[in-house]
């Protein structure tokens, strides 16, 4: 069965530290790959998406992922957090032909001043 | 354009009660999906429709669940009777029938079982 995992379940962060979230995915076949962010309060909006091509993408904010298909991993990154990034981050993994995401446990970040 | 809109914000019963969520998707999209998010996990998909069609409701447990989608068009989820650990977010979601920017999600349902 599809799995995500996500390696770090809470991270906290002083402003301007770089940020890299972690995130393996299961599953042979061809993927399409997506970080959604959850801000408080508020509902899960899409921040990047891998489908093909360069596997280093740039999404919203300043965040980027890169798709290592050898380490089935999808890692989210941003060289300076700010405190407006707090928020709950998830990856997510579609594959097959019904849209169907599966979706990792979350991490929720917390960027301090 | 508007978004996907869920409603209530926020519902608490009793167990055994039953409570009922709806579900507006944006305009033109053929597919609509539940999830349940309970606190601490990411969400799981409970019930995906392709217009009033089902595709996927192998995660929803049907002794108690129950999802419709009328026309195509506004979705209801069920719950009779309600237990403690229904407790969660219940998100809708809606999508193209190959979306390629994935979905957009409503701003859930949060649902309290006492």
């Known amino acids: 069965a599809q799995s995500v995992s996500q390696h770090n379940h809470h991270v906290i962060l002083s402003e301007a530290a770089s940020l890299e979230l972690g995130c393996n995915y299961s599953?042979?076949?061809?993927?399409?790959l997506f970080w959604y962010v959850q801000y408080p309060g508020q509902h899960l909006q899409l921040l990047l998406k891998?489908?093909?091509?360069?596997?280093l993408v740039k999404g919203i904010k300043g965040f980027e992922a890169e798709f290592i298909k050898s380490k089935f991993s999808f890692n989210l990154r941003k060289p300076s957090v700010q405190w407006s990034d707090t928020a709950e981050y998830f990856c997510?993994?579609?594959?097959?032909?019904?849209?169907?995401?599966?979706f990792g446990a979350g991490t929720r970040l917390a960027v301090h001043p | 354009e508007a978004g996907v809109a869920q409603s209530p914000r926020y519902k608490i019963i009793e167990k055994r009660q039953s409570v009922a969520f709806w579900c507006n998707p944006i305009?033109?999209?053929?597919?609509l999906y539940w999830y349940q998010q309970i606190l601490g996990q990411g969400p799981k998909l409970l019930i995906q429709?392709?217009?009033?069609?089902?595709?996927?409701d192998s995660q929803l447990p049907k002794d108690r669940f129950s999802a419709e989608r009328l026309k195509g068009v506004d979705s209801t989820l069920k719950i009779q009777p309600a237990k403690l650990e229904d407790s969660a977010v219940y998100l809708c979601?809606?999508?193209?029938?190959?979306?390629?920017?994935?979905?957009?999600f409503g701003s859930g349902t949060r649902l309290t079982v006492v």
């Open positions: 979601a809606s999508s193209l029938i190959r979306e390629a920017s994935g979905y957009t």
């Open positions: 599953y042979g076949g061809t993927v399409n």
């Open positions: 891998y489908f093909s091509g360069d596997p």
């Open positions: 997510a993994v579609r594959s097959g032909g019904y849209n169907k995401l599966i």
């Open positions: 305009s033109g999209h053929a597919t």
């Open positions: 429709f392709q217009n009033n069609g089902v595709v996927d």
